[in-house]
Structure formats: C-alpha cells, structure tokens
C-alpha cells in the first residue's frame, strides 16, 4: 500500500521525535543548538533537508570547507550527503514514498542527527579558519 504524509507523521509519532509543521514542511527537532531537519513529502519521494551554512566567500576557507564535506560524504554518511546550494551548504537525502518504512526513516534521520553533532564543530571550523 502506499504511503503517505500521514504515515511520515505517524512514524515520527512511534520514533518519539518531536516535529512540527510549518507550511506544509515536517521539522523535526534536533535539539536546542542544532538546526532542524526540514521533511518535505514531494511524491513519490520524501526529501529531507538541513540547511548548515554560508559557503565562505574566502577561497581558502572555501576550499577547506568543501574538502571537509567529500571527506564526511565519502566515509561517515550513508543515508545524506552534503552539497551546495546556490551559496548555502545543505545536508540532504530522499527516500522513496510508495514503500518507505519506519526502519528507513529512522535510519535517514539517526545519520543527519549524528553528522549534525559530530561535523557542525568542525564544518564551521574550516569554513572561518
């Protein structure tokens, strides 16, 4: 059967995560100090979205910058990965609607919840260092 928005909602409900929606986009909470996780249903996919930061108009801060992002998209995320966005760095990842499960989602918003902690520090870091 397929999913829809509902369903998003009821399994953020069983994950016992906190969202709420704001024009007809699911933010989830990722704690007081860390942006949310922006959840936009665009069937057939969902789309999930943090926005990090500007990228820095400095060309070495810049190229640390992206360096560290290739290394997080290459070696600590599976289900996200980070790009740009015009001058905005984003971490981003979509899974299929038809048939998404609540290991899925979990799995998806478990990998941004663990980038958001471990490279925020280290992203903001390079981008002023």
Do not use: C, W
Not at 13 to 31: A, C, H, K, M, P
């Amino acid at each position: 059967m397929p999913r829809t928005r509902e369903d998003v909602e009821t399994y953020l409900y069983q994950l016992d995560r906190r969202f709420e929606d704001q024009n007809g986009t699911i933010l989830v909470s990722t704690g007081a100090d860390a942006p949310p996780i922006a959840i936009q249903i665009a069937t057939p996919i969902v789309v999930f979205r943090v926005t990090i930061g500007k990228v820095p108009e400095d060309p070495a801060h810049r190229l640390a910058l992206f360096q560290r992002l290739l290394e997080h998209n290459a070696s600590d995320i599976m289900h996200a990965s980070y790009g740009v966005e015009g001058s905005t760095v984003v971490l981003s990842g979509a899974l299929a609607l038809d048939n998404l499960d609540i290991n899925e989602l979990e799995a998806t918003l478990s990998d941004m919840d663990l980038a958001l902690v471990r490279h925020l520090p280290g992203l903001f870091e390079a981008a002023r260092s």
